[in-house]
């Protein structure tokens, strides 16, 4: 056979089989080099509404990048005196809670059993709960980062500072976190021309896109949930049995004029958790965000596997104390006149009834879930 008609033939299938594939995606090409981490998030904590143990799996299939949840797990804890808690999968897959009421108890000690549903078995270390310090002040004030344009939401906002006296005891740790809730009246907005459906509660687009905006009314109270997307740890290392004075917890935009509501929580943590959320700062400030952080930095100080010595394990089993202060930041005080709040502006219209329709509805429900809530939040009274 002639060598260019051998070449014609082997480009030929070349093409075909490259033709092939765009027309056909390979919808579940395992990757030669990717690597499944099992990760367990595990929180035992003295307030019974911070009690949960997550269960994913990194995905090692090229369409999917998002972790797939571990569901029908064996999942308990045990205390120092033998007394197990099981936790079992809610309604949220591979998020599995516990006994309604259950709370950790300050100076027990509690170790974390998981077995999969494929037989896989893993055991955390035993972590003791320390308790928390009462927070004894909250501060706040406005600050400008003058490297940031007047447009960018980072350039104004409101440092929080807390004061709070250390045990005597040496190797405390502490951890903030905060809640902000604000109350919202439009719980949906369908763009684009589409229309909610009121019956499957959920946008439908009609054949040809328009500009159109139709945004839809709560039917009741609902409130907006955001939370800090950074982590603030410290160790009293330099400062044991002291009272720590103006330590910064968060900060928060300014994107109003409204009191801010903020939920701050104190944390006493264990020194596995500290040492392992310091990692993920320091790997953070190198790479510039949390979700750039690589898996190896992630891999638990405090859990181990059981089936298999070689197997990493992700993530941390974060028994802890907490205390927590709710504190309103009135943010049209110390504010510089020439500094402007970054208000996002509702577009486009907002539906409602015609005049004269029967049985007609034109709003929609504040569906529970951990960015949005119908409860009303602690402390309320805006």
């Known amino acids: ?34 690597t499944s981490y099992l990760t367990i998030e595990a929180d035992i904590s003295d307030d019974a509404a911070l009690n949960k143990i997550r269960i994913t799996s990194s995905a090692n299939r090229i369409i999917s990048q998002n972790p797939l949840a571990v569901n029908k797990a064996e999942v308990y804890i045990m205390d120092q005196a033998g007394v197990k808690t099981i936790f079992k999968e809610g309604t949220a897959m591979g998020t599995y809670l516990p006994p309604a009421g259950f709370v950790g108890k300050v100076g027990s000690t509690y170790k974390l059993f998981v077995k999969t549903l494929t037989g896989k078995l893993y055991e955390s270390l035993e972590e003791k709960m320390i308790a928390a310090p009462e927070i004894e002040n909250i501060v706040t004030q406005f600050e400008v980062r003058d490297q940031y344009d007047k447009v960018d939401p980072r350039r104004s906002g409101f440092s929080v500072y807390v004061d709070f006296k250390d045990s005597p005891q040496e190797g405390d740790f502490y951890m903030w976190n905060w809640k902000h809730f604000e109350k919202i009246s439009i719980c949906e907005t369908c763009d684009g021309g589409a229309k909610w ?31 800090n997307n950074d982590l603030n740890v410290f160790s009293d290392v330099l400062t ?143």
Do not use: H
């Not at 070349?14 to 080099?33: E, K, M, R, T």
């Not at 499957?200 to 939370?227: F, H, Q």
């Open 197 to 227: 459906n009121f019956k499957s509660n959920v946008c439908v687009s009609p054949a040809l896109a328009t500009e159109e905006i139709m945004n839809y009314k709560c039917d009741g109270n609902c409130w907006e949930i955001s939370t």
């Open 240 to 382: 044991n049995g002291q009272r720590i004075v103006g330590r910064q917890v968060a900060r928060v935009p300014f994107d109003g004029y409204s009191p801010y509501y903020l939920r701050l929580e104190q944390r006493s943590i264990t020194r596995n958790a500290f040492n392992f959320y310091q990692s993920l700062i320091a790997q953070v400030q190198s790479s510039g965000s949390l979700f750039d952080v690589p898996a190896e930095t992630r891999f638990s100080m405090n859990i181990k596997p059981m089936s298999d010595s070689k197997e990493k394990v992700l993530g941390i089993f974060n028994v802890f104390s907490v205390r927590k202060k709710i504190y309103f930041i009135e943010r049209l005080k110390s504010v510089p006149k020439e500094e402007f709040a970054l208000i996002r502006y509702l577009n486009g219209e907002i539906y409602t009834c015609p005049p004269g329709t029967v049985n007609c509805q034109d709003r929609v429900p504040c569906v529970e879930s951990a960015y949005r809530t119908k409860i009303t939040p602690e402390g309320w009274i805006l």
């Open 1 to 34: 056979m002639p060598t260019s008609l051998m070449r014609y033939i082997f480009f030929s299938v070349i093409v075909g089989i490259l033709s092939w594939a765009c027309i056909n995606p390979i919808a579940d090409f395992n990757q030669i080099d990717a």
